[in-house]
């Protein structure tokens, strides 16, 4: 079965810091990557998704996340954060047509 | 467009007391999803649905029972609540299942407290 760790529950990062958020990922076949953003007091809302072909995948609001398979990684980046960020985020496998996600991970932007 | 409703957004339920959860929308998706979330665990899957009239268990059905008599509704039941159903639950329905072709849309959610 497959499974996502998020190693790190909270974050703080300055307005305009860089940020990336980790994420490992368990699954036997090619793995269906995701990285979800859950504002407060909102549902979720996909940010970007890996398939396969470039491991570098842009997605909204300026986010980007490079898949690596010989670290079972799918790291999450974005160059310049903005309070607008502050949220929890989740990355997800996919397999079939269901989604298994990570614990999350809350992102504090301070000014 | 509305999206994906949830009704209602906050609910506190006594142990054994029953309560139906209602998801809606309105994007004429074949797919909807009910997922629980708890901290540090993310969201898990309770059960689905692949179109109107059918359903199936997810990863942690138990406790839990859903109808889909009409294509753009989801009801969640809960027969007998119980404190570890104590939980913010999310809604989401999909075009198809695909994973590469669509997108899972997930609603506001619900926040159940069991007391």
Known sequence: ??????PDIHIT??????????????????????????????????????FSGDTLVQGIKGFEAEFKRSQSSFNLRKPSVHWSDAAEYFCAVGAGNKLTFGGGTRVLVKP | NAGVTQTPKFRVLKTGQSMTLLCAQDMNHEYMYWYRQDPGMGLRLIHYSVGEGTTAKGEVPDGYNVS???KQNFLLGLESAAPSQTSVYFCASSRQGSLITDTQYFGPGTRLTVL
Do not use: H, I
């Open chain 1, 13 to 50: 990062v300055s307005e305009g810091a860089s940020l990336e958020l980790r994420c490992n990922y368990s699954y036997g076949a090619t793995p269906y990557l995701f990285w979800y953003v859950q504002s407060p007091g909102q549902g979720l809302q996909l940010l970007l998704k890996y």
């Open chain 1, 1 to 6: 079965a497959q499974s996502v760790t998020q």
């Open chain 2, 68 to 70: 889909r008599l009409k």
